[in-house]
């Protein structure tokens, strides 16, 4: 194992080197340093993938774990190094099933289709989009039939988002979701709407910095192994669990926007911080899944961070850097941080409408690659779908169907673990609730090292020993449900909106 | 040469991405992050050595260059190409000469001695650095043996920072300076000290770092290529001449120290922005000596910026940040920022003593190298020498003997440079004052762009092209001599001294 394992960081080394590379791209770097910096990126993606397919690496691995059946060879494994073999042989697979040749027609096809798409989007022009997302889509086809899938061909490319997951899978949970979902956004949306004057002033970012700071800090992220940086857009990186890097953005006419990123960005970095360090650079000390990490940063923006019990620890402190906030009383402070408002845009949606932007998304992407769904039709479909979700109808593709940049990348299966990490989350946070006492009254007095500590626990320190649907019942007991997350919602908002 | 070139340019990006992780090793890096930052730069390091050293470049390269003989085997090249063809192959001899045996034993020297040092100048214990250093030098005279030299050993090391020069050369141009550099010392020493006073008062660092970067700007900085941030100690370093980062530190007591100190880096910056982009990748879009890109800072820092005709345009501009310096004056502002003081510490010396300190350092390096002097004299030739030239002496070897980091970490033959740096640096502003028509109106105007070009067009975009001598001669038509940097010096300080 002391030769995989040697190979294996090695490999971590030159990917945490690309990190620190683009976190630089997206925070520091000046203009004049694209070109190039494209350049060296490419190159240390290149002698990564070559690190990770090449024969040392096979070799070293065929020692324990037959490449072929994934029949296990060394017997004196123990448990984390069986699941170690299994898990880089399956990494290894699916790096090795794609040929050069189609590696090299999705990355062109990849760089055409992220051009015509922004210009697309910027010129509401669908026509323009389509014929490059149909080659999308029969290549992911392509790509699906060389993973190998049981049933349909999109549950080859979910597996790559969410281990183990499936159409149908996904398909049953997002079922549960909706009808009750759609019922909860109707009340909602007759009921008084609230109101949020004292949001609707200018906020110093520097007084916003310290506070989101503070608030970093306060829930614990770990600043002597992370910092948060500007960015376009907020995102988290880790090098190492011990250097994890967030960034935020900030705009003097959206407090709420700066302050819930920074929570977010948060909730992702202290799983990166938790990750199992003794492992670093086997797939052990990895996120499970692209959900589960999404879990982390939404339990902590949205179940914690827009609580009542965390307001009232945090707005006396909030008023200390915003004096101009001074009257608001906690109650209505609560209630509008949570205002929910049927929108067109997923990326402004709030907690109980975003999951709706995700199942009109999951909908269209999997009928794509499973049942031929013409692209064509993609905008009607949307349009249709939105008003039938919100009563509101989309002006122009660009902020309907042209949205998102997933499907330009390729990130088809993408989607769902935004979802997902909301069920996930709300499962896990019921599990939390029951195993800490006094849970609330911790919150409320701005205590939040018991709930860290659990999730240390319970999810970061188990990085990628469990697939998701596992690991909820692991820490759960249960089958993944959306139920808790059902629950939780109608609780709250039925409070919030007086329903 | 299309297949060189590309080996070459595949290695300058792996050394540029292990630039960025130490720029952000000094810069932004949480604490936490240093272990693995380590581990992750040794990689780095280690797999561009293997390349640069590798079959691959090696095959390539004989095609062009007798690699036994330096005699070229491809006619057809033109001066570029044959430029970059030797200098390819020195560069690689230097590395393949050296056996793997004693790379590692160095290396772990080197470990130990940085060590034993920073705890040696801690405690004031000379006596528990010697045996290392003597250790250093026995392997530095055989590393001196591999690398081969005409007439003596330091010589071999010489040519690693200032390619072509001797121990005799830079004896003979040292002892064309001393006597005058001595005898203006001691003529200053005796004059009456100048009023200080404005510059002993606190100084708002946000302030000096609007006006530092304003100034950087207005020297011709392009920050379009480039940033500057905060560090311990301040450096430049160039990804890329489209992306280059300078540093600097602040201190509200120490007004003219983060001015001058972005004025220094910003001219290496500007040589690094100016190298030959179109050979980047080969040596020719390298610097040609350390002695050169030190010639670049200073002429920046001390012969403009210090000069009475900048700051006829700057000290308006520094009124504007800090009022406090109304009253102050032109002329006892241009005497109280060339204040000279012997003193005891290299790095806080002054623009005359400078090179004295150097001069100090070279004498018993090349000694040590070249005629055995013991180790264990060091301290007492040191304090004799400081006394000789400055008339003090050290309290103790911590400010003595034991002061710099050079010798710790191998940088035996580093020190000429620095001072070699002002003689290149004063030959060429010469030649510069001729060539730009009314220089000095320009420089007061605020008009810095007729130097910048000159520069670039005469210094910077002929990169590593000439070894440091010859390009000295090429722009100024005149072997290399101390005359130009002393004649400035006499010149400069009769006037600011009434001497």
Known sequence: MKQLKEILLNIRKLASAESVLHWDMETYMPEGGGAFRGDVMAYLSLLTHQMATGAPLRDALARHIDPETGELVNITL????????????????????????????????????????????????????????????????????????????????????????????????????????????????????????????????????????G??????????????????????????PDDVRITTRLDETMLLSGLFSTIHESGHAMYEQGLPKAHFGTPLCEA???????????????????SKAFWEYALPVLKTHFPQLQDVDLADWYRMINIVKPSLIRVEADEVTYSLHIMLRFDIESRMMNEGLKVADLPEIWNAKIKDYFGIVPKND??????????????????????????????????????????????????????????????????????????????????????????????????????
Request: hydrophobic share 40%; glycine share 6%; proline share 5%.
């Open 78 to 213: 123990n448990d984390d190094e069986k699941r170690i073999v299994q898990l880089t042989r399956k990494d290894l697979q699916k790096q090795l099933v794609l040929p050069d040749a189609f590696v090299e027609e999705m990355s062109k096809h990849v760089s055409a289709t992220q051009q015509v798409w922004t210009k697309a989007r910027k010129n509401n022009d669908f026509a323009a989009f389509a014929p490059y997302l149909e080659k999308m889509i029969e290549l992911k086809k392509r790509e699906a039939d060389y993973y190998g899938y049981e049933d349909k061909p999109y549950d080859a490319l979910l597996d790559g988002f969410e281990p183990g997951m499936t159409t149908d899978r996904i398909a049953a949970l997002f079922g549960e979701l909706k009808p009750r979902l759609v019922g909860l956004v109707d009340r909602i949306t007759a009921a008084p709407p609230i109101d949020d004057r004292p949001l609707r002033q200018t906020f110093d970012t520097q007084e916003q910095w310290k506070f989101g700071m």
């Open 288 to 306: 499970a899944s692209f959900g589960i990490h999404e879990s982390q940063s939404r339990l902590w923006e949205n179940v914690i961070g827009r």
């Open 398 to 499: 660009a902020e309907g169907v042209l949205q998102d940049v997933h499907w330009s990348f390729g990130g088809i299966g993408y989607f769902p673990s935004y979802a997902m990490g909301n069920l996930y989350g709300a499962q896990i946070m019921n599990t939390a609730e029951k195993d800490i006492p006094a849970f609330w009254d911790k919150v409320r007095s701005g205590d939040f090292s018991a709930l860290k500590h659990w999730l240390n626990e319970k999810v970061h320190a188990r990085g990628r020993y469990y697939d998701p649907e596992a690991l909820i019942k692991v820490i759960s007991g249960a089958p993944l449900s959306a139920e808790p997350f059902m629950d939780y919602l109608e609780k709250k908002y039925s409070e919030i909106y007086r329903l």
């Open 215 to 240: 608030i970093a800090k306060a829930i614990g992220l770990d600043m002597t192994r992370a910092r948060q940086d500007m960015s376009a857009h907020p995102f988290t990186t880790g090098f190492h």
